[in-house]
């Protein structure tokens, strides 16, 4: 069949593509598939999917205000402008292991240098223009310096399309300095407390906040109070986040891992565990195939039996068992299922051995003195090589699916994002409803898969030439 | 009284990948009733394919492209498969295979298998079938307490006489013989061929025995017909083939084989070997192993002519002697 | 007499290969770091002396060979531990669900065969046709295609979206009373799982189906069959399948194995009640003793599939049978 020698390109083709999709990955994808969290809402859609659903965004165009235009972006509300400035001296210097700070750069707020009572108000407003999302959340970091006499509060606010202001924290009234800090718990609608405070309601969400689509305010307001003193507060690393529902090409995962990314590393895994166990097998099928078969006698016997014992215990539950005991790792699961997959090769080794043994080469090269190493060496070898790569070949599609099985089953590496463990991932969370999570990473197994099978039977067909009978 | 079959001018071909195997090419003979006609030739001449022909069952890449065989006078190419099947095969026209020991099932027993033959043609009851089974077993030589063990207990020679057996199943007019004894020794050969000949005497069958062995087709034919690379070399009687064969084929034949009585002669054999049905030789298919060859040889082929009575060649050589012009 | 001998030494085999799973079952788990009682300790702070009496409990303070035969008489007896996770002895969480398993995957294995041998029969006499390319193609992607992927997608398309099935369980919540409606649930709740084992399943049966017949069509006895006059229907169902499925009984005897790990998985997916979900819940559980006796079970069900299978080749093979 001409179609054999199509089937072997078309799966040559596919292992390229899968091959080339695994090199480049990182200039595919900028995020790292374990690591990189919180990309978007979790579970968000792909963007392709709703155009109306939210993107992530940013309003705030500059929050560490790293230079004196920073300010521009902002709306001040004050009795005096001179109150509101920007300051290069102070900065947000992070929080250790927590918080990386953005370096000098901040928003000084001044009391009143005449005394009394003072409000400021920054407000940056922005368009919205999607659907109600479901998660807002802010930053800021603040540190007020006290002289004297002085009270100060810092409110975050938010101005809905329909003119309400919302507060979503304050620091509450209070006197004295405080070197940089972060408000805790943070500005979040996950957080349940700000929305049993503001919406009264646990189930409630940003969409309360972000109701319509139109024009919304972020507000900072600072008020001070002093009596013969002065309050300078300092506001950096000022954030606010409308976390996205859609994100990147296929969404994001429990984490907010980018599913996308996944599934571009999750082929450099499939292919080195795939072809990786699979050479394991085959090593291992072509020793014991090659000494049953040369050997003979009670080696032969013994081989072939702990070859059949073997292949009636059933693999996956044994393999289950296997890595339940010895822990999860990408390595105990290749060698594994490399360790469980030599006895069918072995078998067919066998047999070809032994009738490459009557074959009157082999009886030749005997009575021209050809010593045992010299025939195998010479004969055996280059005739099994060429099933051994067949083998090779055609083993790796199990090898592959068995991972999957593995990993879905929650005994795969849990570091690492396999196409296995992202379907394990769909049936964890439930998210069987999310379609463009569920079936990419199988069509990725299946056409990996399939590759190997093509090009395993183009090789087959290309070393044993079946003589067509009809 | 019109002979029981008659085979004109047949021409069929298999396609395969790499071109048409012009398998059989312009054959005719014919099989009077209670005759027993030779078909012999190397391997690979088509002997095979006439005698599949003859049934229509060849395999699906094989063509007849024009010819008939007409049985009693009727043409049976044109009959449906359905037809065929349930009127010819094995009721009039009944076949012993190659290698017999493969043409039996492995799985069912032998009595089964004569069993199946029977009540596929004939309205009787599975007890007169097994009788009849019993009795034609008795007839080859098989004690009939054998009758259900499976082939694999059976010798080789006896395995060739249960297909015999079974040949015979639906009282055939014609069966074909296809190289019954080439898998036996001469021991068990010798044995076959007498419960053969001794069967199509008593039943007054017509035979056709495909052999690539002359000897064979010596001792139980009455006339021959010798096939080279699809072609039909001579047909004559067995008598006036072995004492005066014409073509140069049949010449090279039998003087290849060896006779037991007479005087010690040099075996000669046949140069070369048979052509490749891909690509076969212009003109005469023979041409380029005749030590006779001419011009004529090469370019066209020889048609079939009469040479005394029922005695038919076709060699150049042969057609443009003046005795035979 | 020849029939006697192979089963006996069929058997034989059968049992030393339980034999060496029960002592792989005792080294594996020996092997773990730690040890069931430590860890129970970790989580409940016990004091020593009661480490102590549990250790006399469970057995581990005797030497390795004893706790060895302890174990096998157990195992035997059909004792295979207490489960971690909830106290109750691992046998009887078992035969609670073994029923269900056994359920799905004698269906999906009955279906499977029936169409794939139907599938390869069928293409093995239309060499070339739809059904062929079919047979083939099924084929592959069954050695390719996760069945759980395949059933997720299942339940994705006729569960969430068209809603003709249920999304989980092995039957509804509350149970229907009756009987015809216990049936009925049972196999609606049934199709979705063993419509993914049975089209992942049936392409390796029908390619191997296919393979042998076209084996056995060229054989001389089918021609000589034809030349009988035989219908081609007769000649391919009687004549060409009786010698076509004896190494289609050995391909189904180790594929065995395959579907029965196809359908624990597949449970997985549709939480059907059976020994897959087990596995899933005992993994997330960490309940070792729950997959040493889930191996062991589903090991001698493998076995014994193995055995059967024999058993019918043994019979269907006159050249066993009398030789």
Redesign the interface.
Known sequence: MYSRSRMGIAGLAILLIFAGIASAAPYLTPYDPQLTMQLASFRAKPEWLDPSLPRNMYPISDPTFASSNSLQEWTRVAPNPSLVSWSGKEGYPGIPEVDTGSGPGSIEISSNPTGGNSTVSIEKTFAYTYDPPRRFSIHIAYKVIVEGNARWNIQVQAKRADGTVLTLWESREQTGSIDWSVPSPPIDTNDVVLRLRLFKDVLADASRLFPVQGDYSVILRVSTMTEGGTARVYVDDFKARIWGEAFGHLGTDNYGRDIFTQLIYGSRISIVIGTFSAIIAVVLGLIVGLAAGYIGGWVDEFLMRTNDILLTIPGLPFLIVLTAVLGPSIWSVIVLIGLLGWMGIARLIRSQVLSLRTKAFVEASRASGGGTRHIIRKHLIPNVMTMAYTQLALTVPGAIVTEAALSFLGLGDPFLQTWGKMLHDVQYYGAVAEWWWAAPPGICIALLSMAFVFIGYALDDIFNPKLRKR | MPPILEVRDLTMYYTTMKGYIKAVEDVNFTLEKGEALGLAGESGCGKTSVALTLLKLLPYNAKIQSGEVLLDGKNILTLSDDEIRKTVRWKRISMVPQAAMNALNPVFKISEQIVEAITSHEQVSEREARDKALELLKKVGIDPSRADHYPHEFSGGMKQRAMIAMALACNPEIIIADEPTTALDVIVQAQVLRVMKKLQKDLGLSMILISHDLSVIAQTCDKSIIMYAGNLAEDASNWELFTHPLHPYALGLIGAFPSAKGERKRLESIKGSPPNLLDPPPGCRFHPRCPYAKEVCKIEVPSLIETHKAHHVSCHMVNSHPKYV | MGLRSYVAKRAV?AA??IF??MT??FV??R??PGNPISMVADVVRLRAEQIQRLYELFGLDKPLWDQYVQYVIQTLKGFYGYSFYTQRPVSDEIMQRLPNTLLLLGTATVLSIVIGMVVGIVAAARRGSVIDISAISFG??G????V???G??L??VF??KLQWFP?RGTTSVPTPTEPLAIVTDILWHMTLPTLALVIILFGGYALVMRAAMIDVL????I?????????ERTVLYK?AL??AMLPMVTVIA?AF??L??GA??TE??FSWYGLGRY??DA??K?D?PA??G??FI??VM??AA?LIADLIYGV????IR?D
Do not use: C
């Open positions: 085999f030393v290969t060496i799973i792989l079952n594996i788990f092997l773990m592959f992607l050695n390719s295609v996760p759980f992927w395949l997720l997608i339940l994705v569960g969430v999304l060229t054989e001389d006895y021609t000589l069959a034809r030349a009988k006059g035989i219908d004549h009786r010698n180790l194995g395959f029965l790990s624990l998985l997985t997916v596995i899933w993994i997330l960490q070792y997959l040493q889930i191996f589903i090991s493998v076995v193995n269907l093979d006159p050249r009398y």
